[in-house]
């Protein structure tokens, strides 16, 4: 089933369980801490807003197979294992992007969330999907907060 975070049942899941997390919450592979791992979802909604400057990625095989794959809330191989890389503008350890406290970092992330819902016009691309509707970027959103969240244990 498609979850799309512009549904408010599925954005309240999302959001319940980013409240749930706590600092002392250790993920199941890669590594980001708690708080890490929220800033990065935060980051990756600004790349629905433009406000992250990053150069066409995209390959066939990421506009065609790999969006399908992640819009349909398809669970890719890989997936439990920590083996899908993320984009280097956005990779918060990497990048050794200080992070603020726990609450502040979920709060940055609701408000985010909350300027997607209450914005008509997103980002009309996506470095690696390509070309992307709001639909789109409502579906992705989910599909990677689940991913982290799985990865969290919530």
């Known amino acids: 089933m498609k979850h799309n975070i ?5 954005r ?3 959001l319940s369980r980013i409240q749930k997390l706590t600092v002392e919450s250790k993920g199941k592979w890669g590594r980001l801490s ?3 791992m929220i800033r990065h979802l935060a980051e990756a909604c600004r790349l629905a807003f433009d406000e992250i400057p990053i150069a066409d990625q ?3 095989f990421t506009r065609t197979l790999a969006k399908w794959i992640f819009l349909s809330n398809i669970k890719p191989p890989g997936r439990e294992k920590g083996k ?3 984009l ?3 990779d918060i350890v990497e990048l ?8 502040i970092e979920k709060d940055n992330y609701k408000a985010l969330v909350e300027r997607m819902v209450n914005t008509s016009e997103l980002s009309k691309k996506h470095p690696l999907f390509g070309k ?8 992705l959103t989910y599909a990677h907060a689940d991913y982290h969240l799985t990865q969290f244990s919530q």
């Open 58 to 60: 995209s390959t066939f």
């Open 132 to 139: 992307m509707s709001r639909k789109d970027w409502g579906l």
């Open 6 to 10: 512009f549904d408010q049942p599925a």
């Open 34 to 36: 708690a708080p890490q």
């Open 88 to 90: 280097a503008e956005v």
């Open 12 to 14: 309240e899941e999302v």
């Open 84 to 86: 899908i890389k993320t």
């Open 96 to 103: 050794k992007t200080t992070v603020a406290e726990m609450q």
